[in-house]
């Protein structure tokens, strides 16, 4: 299969935390409650398509985007529709559905993706709900039928914290993952890219229809902003696709067995969680399940994703659409006397103005205190120093802060996603909302249309 | 320390808004975050930090000072006692530097740190800890004769017109520690030239050594520049000068330090040292051949160990609200510096120290490296869209 051989990225930081996930698959048994969210998309006005009390098969709508009504969002299990939450100024926040057993799905023709032509496969995507895993860069918004990517990318690792093993989760996938590469690879005119770590499991490696590109660096040279960036960067007006490796095993298995079943494999994370692993369950399952006397609640922190670009969720939330991974921290509310005075050989830093720099291999059990208050914008060169892209950091933050919209398109505004800039955010002295003004300038850009 | 935390935790009331000491509210939050780190957790972006902090940053800079504000002490007493032809032991010598150093630097916290906590007051901000690292860089950049309403002077002018007028800390685009010096320089010239470098504060029955005097290299290397120090003395820093810049190898331990923990930047530092090294390499080559001791045929390390050129290069050139911000700027900004100095060393004989300057300059001109730095990657993604 065509390769782009190896890309060496120096910059990055690899934050080495305790609470690893054990290579150990669970099968949790189907919730009885499950929700879709739709704050979980971006920009998504929901329009109801059912209403309380309907029910409801996998796969069948629930609402639609009203900007782009062909987009449906559909429902992961069999059941009935039992509550829809709103919030302030009636906003929909979550449909819940209560599971039945019989855990039936609308019946989907089986097909080969490769004989089906573009719309078939678009269109299939659009009417199951699997659309909505796809999604565009720049702005990470949920991909527009309407547009050709000129690629479409997958990264095939994780290189956050305590980040699951995604050659594990695709282990049980069988045949599925490559029918929804090629299935993928109907939507492109371009190539489906497919990034690699340096020991890349075999599943991924025998991977065909792809353009393979192996990445070796720190994090985060397994996220797809980075990977893009170094093969096939997005210029003004072009739109490139990625999608998570495990929305690509429940698009094959749409086409392969005709069935919608969005499985979710949850990999449970962090030093707070007793019992850590990876967990086998369905989208927006609700996360008692998951987490009922597997995690420690007292003054923990669980988050929906990792330790820098999740957000803060509780034990009595559902699991969002874009999270495949769940992880608990401590809190740290509390004081430390002269705490920036200490030798700190306990204290994470990626300079070495702590003596933790002795230990290079230690894993840290760090919490969530800010370690210092914000300041003004004083140490410069070290945004650089994880940013493995041809980006000027400081001087796109600085045009964001000014508005000044010609020159976040001049520096390469589209290129980039929050997530990449959140080593940034980790790393900065002045204690910065790096991830913040990055997704405000792309919010700006994006109105600007 | 839960008493100490509990005592904190009792008084804060009052220096909150509609407390009755709210006017003192910058000054108590920089006393307890300095006493604690607080207990503040993260939100909306990251969930971990780094433990690094400005507190941090700004601690790391003075641990790298010791050793040169040290052996500034030593040799203070050293000049002193050698002016008199007096025998001393170490203990003299660092007792004699340490009685008169002091003063100076508490003299330069308390004044700066003053202005600093009332700017954070009247702004609503807190204090930022950049004074930690200016105000001991105002004493060790002046002579120990400095006067101590001087040195106040300085550290006032150091944060009002040097940092406060331009916004605030991070928004400066001269380093302010030196700016404060280039005014004592131009405003009091007679404070700080000539014999100044060393404390000549009269011994019992002594009488100064015959002949002495109390040029440092700088004032005698561009009449002739063999009758400097030796290199060794320069290095080592046995010699007259302000009470931080003398010893280069102290200075370069500094640098190490700076260096390793990634507070300083490298590409300043070694840029600066290059800069000096090849623009005095070029100058043995134009060197008129008639006058065998023109300071243009001195080896070109004598630059970098005379004067404040070392103590420039890595304490001050390295500021990074002023210096280029550009990772490639800074090259371009370092190797400017360090050529720049020896330029005016060579030809402007009325003003020997050519680092102070030559920082200031550049800093000026940091913005427009970095725009050119910029642009250039502005150039790429625009060619490459084009394409």
């Known amino acids: 299969m065509p390769s782009n051989g190896t890309i060496n990225l120096r910059r990055g930081f690899d934050i080495k935390l305790e609470g690893i996930a054990p290579k150990k698959l669970t099968d949790l048994p189907i919730s009885a409650l499950v929700a879709v969210q739709p704050p979980d998309f971006l920009h998504v006005t929901p329009k109801m398509v059912v209403k309380q009390g309907d029910e409801v098969q996998a796969g069948a709508p629930l609402f639609h985007d009203k900007d782009h009504p062909e987009v449906f969002f559909t429902s992961p299990v069999s059941g009935e529709v039992v509550e829809i939450v709103r919030g302030e100024k009636r906003r929909i926040l979550e449909v819940r559905i209560l599971a039945d057993k019989n855990a039936t799905s609308r019946a989907f023709p089986r097909a080969n993706p490769a004989t089906l032509s573009r719309e078939q496969v678009v269109n299939r995507l659009l009417d199951s709900g699997a659309w909505v895993f796809i999604r565009q860069r720049p702005y990470s918004l949920i991909a527009r039928p309407t547009d050709t990517p000129k690629a479409i990318f997958i990264s095939g690792f994780d290189s956050a914290p305590l980040a699951p093993d995604l050659g594990f989760m695709l282990e049980h996938a069988g045949s599925n993952f490559q029918t929804g590469l090629d299935a993928l690879a109907k939507l492109t005119n371009g190539k489906v890219h497919l990034g690699l770590p340096a020991n890349a499991s075999s599943v991924l490696q025998q991977a065909q229809g792809v353009t393979q590109t192996v990445f070796n660096g720190p994090h985060p040279a397994g996220n797809v902003g980075v990977q893009i960036h170094h093969v096939d960067p997005i210029n003004p007006h072009e739109v490139v696709w990625y999608i998570h490796v495990q929305d690509v095993v429940n698009i094959g298995r749409l086409f392969a067995e005709g069935v919608y079943r969005p499985e979710r494999i949850v990999a449970l994370t962090g030093s707070e969680a007793t019992e850590r692993g990876y967990f086998r369950t369905v989208q927006g399952v609700h996360l008692k399940e998951l987490l009922q006397n597997r995690v420690n609640t007292d003054n923990v922190r669980l988050i929906q994703g990792n330790v820098l670009t999740g957000h803060k969720t509780n034990s009595n939330a559902f699991l969002s659409a874009y999270a495949h991974q769940i992880t608990a921290i401590p809190e740290g509310n509390e004081y430390e006397f002269m705490g920036w005075l200490t030798p700190g050989f306990n204290k994470l830093s990626r300079s070495r103005t702590f003596f933790s720099w002795l230990n290079k291999n230690k894993s840290y059990r760090l919490n969530t205190n800010t370690r210092g208050e914000e300041r003004a914008f004083v140490v410069t060169g070290e945004y650089e120093k994880v940013l493995p892209m041809d980006i000027l950091p400081t001087y796109l933050l600085k045009a964001i802060l000014a508005n000044d919209i010609e020159k976040m398109e001049q520096l390469g505004i589209y290129e980039v996603s929050e997530e990449d800039f959140a080593l940034c955010e980790f790393v900065c002295t002045s204690k910065i909302n790096v991830q913040k003004i990055i997704s405000d300038g792309l919010e700006m850009i994006r109105k600007e249309g | ?387």
């Not at chain 2, 300071?295 to 004067?307: E, K, S, V």
């Not at chain 2, 420039?312 to 800074?330: H, I, L, N």
């Open chain 2, 1 to 387: 320390m839960k008493a100490l935390r509990n005592l904190l935790d009792k008084v804060q009331p009052n220096f909150e808004k509609g407390g009755k000491l709210e006017k003192f509210y910058a000054a108590y939050n920089a006393i307890e975050t300095f006493l604690f780190v607080p207990n503040h957790t993260t939100h909306g972006g990251v969930h971990v930090r780094d433990a690094v902090d400005l507190k941090r940053t700004m601690f790391t800079v003075i641990i790298a000072l010791l050793p040169t504000l040290v052996f500034g002490m030593w040799n203070t007493g050293y000049q002193h006692y050698q002016a008199f032809g007096m025998e001393s032991s170490h203990i003299d010598n660092l007792l004699f530097g340490l009685i008169k150093i002091m003063p100076l630097i508490i003299v330069s916290y308390g004044a700066g740190l003053g202005v600093e906590i009332l700017f954070a007051q009247m702004r609503g901000h807190a204090v930022n800890e950049g004074y930690l690292v200016t105000g001991m860089l105002i004493p060790l950049s002046l002579p120990v004769t400095t006067p101590l309403w001087m040195v106040a002077l300085a550290a006032i002018f150091c944060v009002v017109l040097g940092k406060e007028v331009f916004g605030g800390t991070g928004m400066n685009f001269m380093n302010p520690a030196l700016l404060a010096r280039a005014f004592l320089f131009f405003a009091f010239p007679a404070y700080l030239s000539g014999e100044v470098w060393v404390d000549l504060t009269p011994e019992a029955g002594r009488a100064l050594v015959d002949g002495y005097s109390g040029a440092t290299a700088l004032a005698v290397v561009d009449a002739n520049y063999t009758a400097t120090p030796s290199a060794w003395d320069m290095f080592m820093g046995f010699e007259k000068g302000s009470i931080g810049e003398t010893s280069t190898l102290l200075i370069l331990l500094g640098a190490a330090y700076l260096i390793f923990t990634g507070v300083g930047s490298w590409r300043i530092i070694v840029s600066v040292f290059l800069g000096g090294y090849l623009m005095g390499l070029f100058m043995n080559v134009l060197a008129p051949a008639d006058a065998p001791t023109h300071i243009m045929h001195a080896p070109a390390y004598y630059h970098l160990i005379m004067g404040g050129f070392a103590f420039g290069a890595v304490y001050m050139a390295t500021d990074p609200v002023s210096a280029a911000q550009t990772e490639a700027g800074k090259w371009i900004y370092g190797l400017l510096i360090g050529a720049f100095t020896v330029t005016l060393r060579v030809f402007n004989p009325a003003y020997p120290e050519g680092m102070m300057l030559s920082i200031l300059f550049f800093n000026v001109f940091a913005p427009l490296i970095d725009h050119f730095v910029v642009q250039r990657n502005i150039n790429k993604r625009l060619k490459r869209a084009l394409q």
